[in-house]
């Protein structure tokens, strides 16, 4: 019997890492290849990618790596698995354009990029694969429709229904519809906005909003923090400097980065002659200008949050200005931005936010979006993606409200494998998946082993004895130094006690012979971790040191 395999290596479950693997017989096509921002439980880390075991291990059988946009939970990994694979990418003009940055650093040379515009079908092996055009808070955005003799599949992406989009080009439902009403034997549907009722709003609604701002702040200096990929609200901004005299500047890597991206491609528009080097805000008019920002997250080394602490020596915070920071939290980042947001204050700058203007708008779909795309994709079997588990349930839970089968839909894990054909939907044997965890020194360096020890180093810091053994075997020194668990000049007692205690722990122990210095550490550290438990109730990493003299 034909069987498609769906191979689930990331965005189930979790937000972010999205990348979802389609196997029929000989052939494996790869959507999206995202990243994830690392939880407090991952010190030290910079970026998760996908574990893609699976794709190298059958590497000879992939014949493409389809993006749906240019947001990093889609693109984010590409760099660091393309180091692996060598597969031909398919994606919008700005979504490749933004890939290109990536390549660049990371020294990726000769990759095969494959422009693809709306209606786009691409060929791959067994598969085809169409661009069906979206909308959604970056340009460039598809769902995708896939066929191969087992099965089809629409894959909704990151989407909204968006009735008055800023470049007028509305996301193709009548299409949606027809593919519909071929058949669709299963759906993919992002989950993100679920437990949000009714409809988004436009982003025209934002232009609307930030026009009001404009003129209720004549003589003041705004400065606008937003998501540097969100090309339409950027557009939005420019072109409301233009229509009020302000000069433009743009702040932060990214931002930079995106924007010559973006131009470069013409996807947005700009006079030149109205853009400034922010390294020359300071010769202006302040009531002329409008500086665009990275850092509407509350990153810390964001150009807002290094503002906000007065750490960003080209633009000084003051009472006259007025921010904007166009976003909402991220769940998890709320701390970071309010805690932006009050230094913003005291710095007695008038900040307005989501809580208090339309100042942002999602780009994900609401619950009755969900429900239309459902009802027009008409899919005999259904799987809920991109989102956590409450997320995925309450997906569920919604379309079989709408008629569907409980038995005809699932809730797929990191790993799960998923055959499916027009007679069958069931899982199979699980796949290797999970995290690979990413810091300044490179890639799959952090195990679960290292992330431990920096939790603990983090958490009760770390007492090194160093001992000195002289030839006749006597302990000639002991030095104790400490990080992050005491003060030693404050604490010499104690400092006195740990001396005793590691040189209790060699004590009888004849070191004139040979004798396994691991033996004698590991003495010193039981003995050392009983004591301080016992002493002070504190477990710091122990670290003794033998040197021989």
């Known amino acids: 019997m034909d069987i498609l395999k769906v191979i689930f290596l990331g965005g189930v479950g979790e937000i972010g890492k999205n990348i979802t693997a389609f196997e029929y017989k000989d052939d494996i096509i790869i959507v999206d290849c995202g990243s994830a921002f690392p939880n407090i439980d991952m010190p030290g880390v910079d970026l998760v990618i996908p574990d893609v075991s699976y794709l190298t291990e059958n590497i000879n059988k992939i014949r493409g790596i389809f993006i749906t946009h240019g947001h990093e939970d889609h693109i984010g990994g590409l760099p660091y698995i393309l180091k692996q694979l060598d597969a031909p990418i398919y994606a919008s003009n700005l979504t490749l354009a933004l890939l290109e940055h990536k390549f660049k650093e990371h020294k990726l040379e000769n990759v095969k990029v494959n ?176 500086i665009i920002t990275t850092g509407s997250q509350g990153e810390p080394m964001s150009a807002l949050t290094r503002m906000a602490a007065g750490e960003f020596n080209k633009v000084v915070i003051t009472d006259r200005d007025t921010i904007i920071i166009s976003a909402s939290p991220i769940p998890g980042n709320e701390k970071l931005v309010y805690n932006v947001i009050n230094n913003l204050y005291q710095k007695g700058a008038k900040v307005i936010y989501e809580s208090l203007a339309d100042v942002h708008v999602s780009g994900h779909a609401f619950r009755e979006e969900l429900k239309l795309i459902y009802l027009l994709a008409k899919p005999k079997y259904f799987i809920p993606v991109h989102g956590e588990i409450r997320h995925l349930k309450q997906h569920m839970e919604m379309v079989q409200e709408l008629g569907h089968k409980p038995q005809n839909m699932l809730m797929a894990e990191i790993g799960n494998k998923i055959e499916v054909s027009r007679k069958t939907f069931r899982k199979a044997d699980n796949v290797t998946a999970g995290n690979i965890l990413v810091d300044g020194a490179g890639i799959g360096d952090v195990g679960a082993e290292v992330l431990r020890d920096r939790k603990h180093l983090s958490e009760d810091g770390v007492l090194l004895v160093i001992m000195g053994i002289a030839q006749g075997g006597t302990v000639s020194s002991t030095d104790i130094i400490t990080r992050g668990f005491i003060y030693a000049k404050e604490s010499t007692e104690l400092i006195e006690e740990i001396k005793q205690v590691s040189i209790n722990s060699i004590n009888g122990i ?40």
């Open 510 to 549: 004849d070191l004139k012979v040979s004798v396994d210095r691991d033996i004698l550490k590991n003495n010193i550290r039981k003995n050392l971790r009983n004591f301080l438990n016992k002493k002070i109730k504190r477990s710091p990493m122990i670290l003794p040191i033998i040197i021989e003299n």
């Open 115 to 290: 422009v693809v515009k709306k209606h786009s079908v691409i060929k791959a092996g067994a598969f085809s694969v169409e661009f069906i055009k979206v909308s959604h808070s970056i340009s460039g955005s598809f769902s995708l429709f896939i066929q191969c003799p087992a099965a089809t599949v629409y894959h909704t992406g990151d989407f909204k229904i968006d009735y008055a989009p800023i470049d007028g080009d509305m996301i193709d439902l009548p299409r949606i519809a027809e593919i519909g009403k071929k058949g669709v034997t299963l759906m993919l549907a992002e989950s993100t906005n679920i437990e949000r009722a009714g409809y988004s709003m436009s982003e025209s609604t934002v232009g609307k909003s930030l026009n009001s701002i404009f003129a209720q702040n004549i003589g003041r200096r705004l400065i606008v923090a937003t998501f540097a990929s969100n090309i339409h609200r950027i557009q939005q901004i420019i072109d409301l400097a233009e229509k009020y005299g302000r000069k433009v500047a743009f702040s932060g890597r990214s931002m930079f980065n995106v924007m010559e991206a973006a131009f470069r491609i013409g996807e947005i528009k700009y006079d030149k002659n109205n853009i400034v080097d922010i390294e020359k805000t300071k010769r202006l008019d302040a009531s002329n200008l409008v």
